[in-house]
């Protein structure tokens, strides 16, 4: 049975931007609303702090349009650069950083919330509940989402069932 949110509750949040991107994009040909994402998330807790991981790649594609628009929706950027390898090979990932921040919040909060469905945070969700005693709860869309993550979290938030929180692609047709 997953825990009831409580008001006084102390919140982090930290967001795996590139899974979720991915995720939207391949599942809806969409994006997600951040905005509605925290207001739903959030739930009337405290939140103390809301942390999204990016990596930039090409200032020409609008990603700064796009990272002003999380730090609007009240979400704290941490950022690093595309990785190129000498063939070709391009690396971006924030699990580590990701990881360490939320074992560093964990103190100040009551309950964590790890948005992102990749089954490589499972020794964390582990870690934060049996080790430091913290409720965590999993946000990322059901069908991209790690089984083992979702059975490791006290609770599972289905990205996929939450009212606006996906913006469809609207494809324009020619005359």
């Given amino acids: 049975m997953a825990p009831t949110p409580q008001k006084d509750q102390r919140l982090g949040v930290f967001i795996d931007i590139q899974n979720l ?9 969409g994006r997600v609303n951040y905005s509605e994402l925290m207001r739903q998330l959030v739930d009337g807790r405290r939140l103390v702090r809301a942390i999204a991981y990016v990596v ?13 628009a999380l730090e609007k ?3 704290e950027l941490r950022s690093k650069d595309i990785q ?3 063939g070709g090979a391009k690396k971006a990932d924030w699990d580590v950083g990701m990881a360490v ?26 870690y934060l509940k049996w080790g430091l005693g913290r409720s965590v709860e ?9 089984s083992r993550l979702r059975e490791a979290a006290d609770a599972f938030h289905d990205l996929e069932t939450m009212p606006r929180v996906i913006f ?3 494809r324009r047709t020619r005359k």
């Avoid at 991107?21 to 040909?29: I, Q, V």
């Avoid at 074992?103 to 964390?124: C, E, K, N, Q």
């Avoid at 999993?138 to 790690?146: D, H, I, K, L, M």
């Fill in 84 to 86: 190129v390898f000498p």
């Fill in 168 to 170: 469809k692609a609207i």
């Fill in 138 to 146: 999993v946000a990322a869309f059901g069908r991209t989402t790690s």
């Fill in 56 to 68: 930039k790649s090409d200032p020409s594609t609008g990603e700064e349009t796009f990272f002003e």
């Fill in 73 to 75: 929706a009240g979400i």
């Fill in 101 to 126: 921040d939320a074992i560093r919040m964990s103190d100040m909060v009551d309950a964590i919330v790890l948005v992102t469905g990749d089954g490589d945070f499972v020794p964390l969700v582990e």
């Fill in 21 to 29: 991107y991915h995720s939207a994009k391949n599942l809806y040909g």
